[in-house]
T-cell receptor, first 116, second 112 residues
Framework: AQKITQTQPGMFVQEKEAVTLDCTYD???????LFWYKQPSSGEMIFLIY??????QNATEGRYSLNFQKARKSANLVISASQLGDSAMYFCAMSYSSNYGQNFVFGPGTRLSVLP | DGGITQSPKYLFRKEGQNVTLSCEQNLNHDAMYWYRQDPGQGLRLIYY???????QKGDIAEGYSVSREKKESFPLTVTSAQKNPTAFYLC???????????FGPGTRLTVL
């Protein structure tokens, strides 16, 4: 069964420092996508970054990069130069094919707190 | 502007009442999804639909029902059979395989 694991319920980081949020996944589907979303206290889900299972390069989007280690089934999010506005819940998610088409599974999330 | 709208933002319901949450998208996405989120928790899939007039149960479908009569619309009904409906409900849509999901702003349902 498809599953996402995020082992860090909460993380603290000093402003302007980098932080890594862990994500491991489990799937037998050779084709899948990995996503990171940010959820501020307002509740909206903001898409951050995407990595395809066949992508050779690690994805980057501005201050966000995804450290994709396929053999280890990990897809860690790296946020460089943390800002106070980065304080939020972060969810790792995976898309996979099911008998009924595309489906998604989300991890339990990591709460990131950026300290001034 | 393309996007997903959910209404209402806040909803209060008395015990024993059914209530319907609206979700509309103008992104021309085929797939739509409903999630439930409890405080401090992740997202759990309630129902999803890949095409019009078809939908599938997710992990926690009991006490919920949906319809997909139009591509743009995927309303969720929380029935009186749902024992603990107080939660934050998020609707999402996606275009095709391995594309990201776009989320609506959510509806906070409180049962009084």
């Amino acid at each position: 069964a498809q599953k996402i694991t995020q082992t860090q319920p909460g993380m603290f980081v000093q402003e302007k420092e980098a932080v890594t949020l862990d994500c491991t996944y489990d799937t037998s589907d050779p084709s899948y996508g990995l996503f990171w979303y940010k959820q501020p206290s307002s509740g909206e889900m903001i898409f951050l970054i995407y990595q395809g299972s066949y992508d050779q390069q690690n994805a980057t989007e501005g201050r966000y990069s995804l450290n994709f280690q396929k053999a280890r089934k990990s897809a860690n999010l790296v946020i460089s130069a943390s800002q106070l506005g980065d304080s939020a819940m972060y969810f790792c998610a995976m898309s996979y094919s099911s008998n009924y088409g595309q489906n998604f599974v989300f991890g339990p999330g990591t709460r990131l707190s950026v300290l001034p | 502007d393309g996007g997903i709208t959910q209404s209402p933002k806040y909803l209060f319901r008395k015990e024993g009442q059914n209530v319907t949450l609206s979700c509309e998208q103008n992104l021309n996405h085929d797939a739509m999804y409903w999630y439930r989120q409890d405080p401090g928790q992740g997202l759990r899939l309630i129902y999803y639909s890949q095409i019009v007039n078809d939908f599938q149960k997710g992990d926690i479908a009991e006490g919920y029902s949906v319809s997909r009569e139009k591509k743009e619309s995927f309303p969720l009904t929380v029935t009186s059979a749902q024992k603990n409906p107080t939660a934050f409900y998020l609707c999402a849509s996606s275009f095709r395989r391995n594309n990201e999901q776009f989320f609506g702003p959510g509806t906070r349902l409180t049962v009084l």
